[in-house]
């Protein structure tokens, strides 16, 4: 059965048309379609409508190396500035953080690698809350402050090749483990017979952690710890004179240089109830 609308109904309806379309010109805003990515992680996050790319490396770009360049910053790592390209300073960030793991060192991130990101990196305490430690095997840098892991950088320690002093002998191209200290620094860059060293710290003797040109991702120096420039840059406000160093890893274990935070003894402490509260 067909239903009749009258005149009256009809003008109602026309004139409820005519006052939306006048109340939408009215609003002082404009109404957009906004366009969505389904590929976008910002949005839908890992797992969901993205997944992370199988490898990523020097040249890459888009949102996977969005989220590395986050993730590998948010756990202690130097990938540089989040903007979706994947430059040097994000491949020395990935090769240290292949140093931490054990993996090949070629700065190549790997679908494998997303689930790393997860597990936390921790050294151990020492009796100095704030200290720097050089682990001379896995070839990085801690930075320790307040008992935790601040930044982990790529270093470069001694090769262990010979070469020839300034005095003509013969040296052994090796990074001093032990308990250290810095006891100096030079503003800018030291010019030695060894090349050039940039905001050196010395830990002892002529050894020094300074930044470089040439940061290989093994040991390649005459016995210095060798650091990327922009690095040394980021540690020159965070490390100062008789901060304690740490050096362990190629002959010496950390056990060997480093005595662990003693954890106060609990003092126990017995008592008995008068006999009058005692419970039979």
Same mark, same amino acid.
């Given at each position: 059965?067909?239903? #009749? ?14 006052? +939306? ?16 990515? &389904?590929?976008?992680?910002?949005? &839908? ?27 590998? @910053?948010?756990?202690? /790592?130097?990938?540089? %500035? ?21 993996? $090949? ?17 921790? #050294?151990? *305490?020492?009796?100095? %809350? ?11 840098? &801690? ?15 001694? =090769?262990? =090749? *010979? ?16 308990? /250290?200290? /810095? ?8 010019? =030695?017979?060894? @090349?050039?060293?940039?905001? $050196? ?11 470089? +040109?040439?940061?290989?991702?093994? $040991? ?9 420039? %922009? ?12 901060? $304690? ?23 126990? #402490?017995? /008592? ?9």
């Amino acid at each position: 059965m067909l239903s #009749v609308v009258s005149g009256k109904q009809m003008l109602r309806r026309f004139l409820l048309v005519i006052a +939306g379309a006048a109340l939408l010109t009215a609003m002082p805003f404009s109404i957009r379609a906004i366009a969505v990515s &389904f590929d976008d992680p910002n949005v &839908f996050g890992y797992g969901e409508a993205w997944s992370p790319p199988s490898e990523l490396r020097v040249g890459s770009t888009g949102h996977g190396v969005v989220q590395l360049q986050r993730r590998l @910053g948010e756990i202690g /790592f130097r990938p540089g %500035p989040v903007d979706g390209r994947y430059g040097e300073a994000l491949s020395a960030a990935v090769v240290a953080f292949q140093k931490a793991h054990g993996l $090949p060192r070629d700065g190549i991130f790997r679908s494998a690698d997303w689930r790393l990101l997860d597990e936390p990196i921790s #050294v151990g *305490t020492a009796s100095a %809350p704030d200290r720097v430690e050089i682990d001379l095997g896995r070839q990085v840098l &801690f930075l320790i402050e307040n008992q935790t892991v601040a930044s982990i950088l790529p270093i470069s320690s001694g =090769s262990g =090749s *010979t070469y020839r002093s300034r005095g003509g002998g013969l040296s052994k191209a090796r990074t001093p483990e032990g308990a /250290f200290s /810095f006891y100096r620094h030079v503003d800018g860059w030291r010019i =030695s017979y060894l @090349g050039g060293l940039y905001e $050196p710290y010395y830990f002892r003797g002529g050894y020094a952690i300074h930044g470089s +040109g040439s940061v290989p991702a093994y $040991p390649a120096s005459h016995g210095c710890v060798r650091v990327r420039i %922009p690095d040394m840059n980021y540690l020159l406000g965070r490390l100062r004179l008789g901060m $304690p160093v740490y050096v362990y890893g190629d002959t010496s274990r950390r056990s060997d240089v480093i005595t662990p935070l003693e954890t106060p003894a609990i003092e126990r #402490v017995e /008592f008995s109830l008068p006999a009058e509260l005692a419970i039979a």
